[in-house]
């Protein structure tokens, strides 16, 4: 079973900024930045330490393990929703993580600069 869902925009920005700091295309580092929330998705989920994934611009297609999707199934029947609705809020969830967000005044004190 396939997967696909657009990212939010919150998403699409943190990875356009970070392809700015690192001078990466936006492509680039959308793949960062998908491939880092899809593998604790999966870890946690499967204990998979690999993803193989898709990025088309703003959209992703993405093939979960056998365990994910058990879970997105649960977890879409419960809610009302499809299994790709379900996988863009977990990985929007764990992309959050992520995010650079916190500037050097809010770090706490001896916290290294980026």
Known sequence: ??????????????????????LEDIDEAMETKVE?????IEHLVSQSHDVEFE????????????????????QAEESGIDESAVLKMHVDLYANAFLDEVTD?????????E
């Open 55 to 74: 990025v088309d611009g703003r959209e992703i297609r993405y093939e979960p393990t056998e365990e994910l999707a058990a879970l997105l199934r649960r």
């Open 36 to 40: 880092q929330a899809l593998l604790e």
């Open 105 to 113: 005044e809010q770090k706490p004190p001896g916290t290294p600069s």
């Open 1 to 22: 079973m396939t997967l696909a869902f657009e990212v939010s925009d919150r998403l699409y920005e943190a990875a356009q900024e970070w392809a700015d700091r690192r």
